[in-house]
């Protein structure tokens, strides 16, 4: 599958039924479902910015997307959003709850773990109990961190050591995983977690969607795209001012 930047992002179900909030126009035409827009007009947020602009659509297509846009450009919320729209999707066409994790977020950090979970939350705040996160950075016995995972939540944040962790003693079952976002993927890299990254990577199923997003595009970015997308190179979306 080789992509373009100028792929255009094939038509998707928005939500059909449901009146998109008056409020948050500027999102409303980004495809994403009824349940997410309230959320984003409960946060009082009007307008996406240029990187939820671009990523948005083509996360929701599936596309796999490296993006790289300074900090404090919400890049959180560009990645997070079409993935909680997918997982509503899927979970609205299939009639039975699936025990598996459908998404991963690496984080170079436990406290951007702790950020970026609480955003989860906020942005599912309309999705009920149809998407939990969980944070497998917190400090706790593992007997805990396990349990919490075996409850399968739809989405698990944390630092690469701790994923990989979870993934080789096959209590997250690396298989089942339809996202993966490395987030501040230039910080990852220098935080050294390559060895992580690598098992990560290699227990991924073909066809798993990757994101990441990242301040800079240093080569090294380079490297991890390669390992992660195994199917072609993503959508570069460089949104340097
Ligand atoms: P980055 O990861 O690019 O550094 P963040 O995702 O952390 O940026 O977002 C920075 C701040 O901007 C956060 O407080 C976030 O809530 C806010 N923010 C994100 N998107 C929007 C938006 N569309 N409108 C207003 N504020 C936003
Ligand atoms: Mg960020």
């Known amino acids: 599958r080789k992509l373009n930047a100028d792929d255009v992002p094939e ?19 980004l495809g994403l479902d009824a ?6 007009a409960k946060e009082k947020l009007t307008e996406p910015t240029p990187v939820q602009v671009q990523a948005i659509p083509l996360a929701i297509a599936g596309k796999d ?6 900090t404090g450009s919400g890049k959180t919320l560009a990645y997070l959003l079409p993935i909680i729209h997918s997982i509503l999707r899927r979970k609205a066409f299939s009639a039975r709850p699936a025990k598996t994790v459908s998404a991963i977020f690496l984080v170079p950090t436990k406290e ?11 942005f599912t705040s309309f999705c009920g109990q149809d998407i939990r996160a969980e944070n497998i950075n917190r400090k706790e016995d593992l007997a805990v961190t396990r349990a919490r995972l075996l409850e399968y939540p ?8 701790r994923v990989s962790q979870w993934i080789s003693n096959d209590v997250l079952k690396a298989a ?23 098992s990560i990577a290699a227990a991924l199923p073909a066809g798993v969607q990757n994101i990441f997003m990242s301040a800079t595009l240093r080569t090294e970015v380079d490297k991890l795209t390669a390992l ?9 979306l460089d949104l340097s001012e």
């Open 65 to 70: 997307i490296l993006a790289r846009a300074k």
């Open 35 to 40: 349940r997410v827009l309230q959320a984003i």
């Open 112 to 122: 951007l773990a702790t950020q970026v979970t609480t955003a989860v939350k906020t």
């Open 228 to 236: 992660f997308c195994k199917s072609g190179s993503p959508v570069v």
């Open 11 to 29: 038509p998707v179900d928005t939500g059909a039924g449901h009146t998109p909030p008056a409020t948050n126009t500027g999102f409303a035409s």
């Open 154 to 161: 739809e989405i698990v944040v944390g630092t690469p050591n």
């Open 176 to 198: 089942d995983l339809v996202h993966v976002v490395i987030d501040e993927a230039d910080l990852v890299l220098s935080y050294e977690y390559e060895d992580e990254l690598r």
